[in-house]
C-alpha cells in the first residue's frame, strides 16, 4: 500500500510537471504567433512598395526612352539645339533613373 501511495504521488508530480512545462510551451507558441502575425505584415508591406517601384520604374523608362530616341533624330536645327539638348537631358536622366529603379525592384 505505502509502494502505491508513493507511486501515485510521484505520477501526480509527474502530471503537474508535464503542465507547468505544457503552459510554457503554449506560451512560447502564442509569442511566436504573434511575431509570424508582424512578419506576415512586414512582407505584405515590402510587396507593394515593390509594386510602387515597379510602377514608378515603367513610368520612368517609358518617359525616358521616347524622349531620348526623339532626341537623337537628325531632324533638329542650329536654332533647335536646346530643344534637342533638353529632350536628350531628359530622356537620359529618365531612362538612367528607371533602370536603376527596374534593376533594384529584380533583386528586392
Do not use: H
Not at 525616358?64 to 530622356?91: A, F, H, R, S
Amino acid at each position: 500500500m505505502e509502494n502505491s501511495k508513493k507511486t501515485l504521488k510521484e505520477l501526480k508530480q509527474a502530471l503537474l510537471s508535464n503542465k507547468e512545462d505544457t503552459s510554457a510551451v503554449v506560451a512560447e507558441l502564442g509569442k511566436l504567433y504573434e511575431k509570424i502575425k508582424r512578419l506576415n505584415e512586414l512582407i505584405a508591406f515590402y510587396e507593394k512598395m515593390k509594386r510602387r517601384l515597379r510602377t514608378t520604374a515603367y513610368v520612368e523608362l517609358g518617359i525616358g526612352i521616347p524622349c531620348l530616341v526623339i532626341g537623337m533624330l537628325p531632324i533638329w536645327t542650329d536654332e533647335q539645339k536646346n530643344i534637342q539638348n533638353l529632350l536628350l537631358g531628359i530622356g537620359g536622366t529618365a531612362t538612367a533613373a528607371g533602370g536603376a529603379t527596374f534593376v533594384f525592384t529584380i533583386t528586392f
